[in-house]
């Protein structure tokens, strides 16, 4: 049996699937207020145990200032083991891989970032994911 759990926050829902995936749409703008929750609860759950985070942005708008801020320093790499964008247009793309590079020059990157455009592949990354962690590790 599958275990999860929902929130909403604001416009937004998220979900976590066990083992380890929480999954985000977001739906309109994200405010500062939404990052604030959204970052809170990467590291309420992230801080248990690393998690991927999947990230359906095709409902998505923009993206206040501040929020993207907050995210930026308030997250603790160490939470995800991924990071999936569904449905990126190029604009959320390149927000995406400026923070992550700003992550990767600071020595805090600990984790691969993916852009993709259903579910599905979602999915079949985070498989192929987990079974290059699982050979590493043997």
Known sequence: MTISREWKLGT???????????WVRIQGETTLQNAIDLTQLYG???????IF?????????TVEAEARQHVSQHSN????LGS???????????????LTFV???TGR??????????EREARELIIRERA???ARVA
């Open 109 to 118: 990157l600990t984790f691969d970032l993916h852009f993709v455009s259903t």
């Open 12 to 22: 937004h829902l998220a979900r976590f699937e066990e083992p380890d995936i929480l």
């Open 132 to 134: 290059q962690r699982a």
């Open 84 to 98: 999936v964008y569904i449905g990126a247009g190029f604009v959320q793309k390149a927000v995406a891989k400026s």
């Open 103 to 105: 992550h990767a020059m």
């Open 44 to 50: 309420e759950l992230g801080v248990q145990k690393p």
């Open 53 to 61: 985070v999947v990230t359906d942005l095709t409902g998505a708008t």
């Open 77 to 80: 790499p160490a939470w995800f």
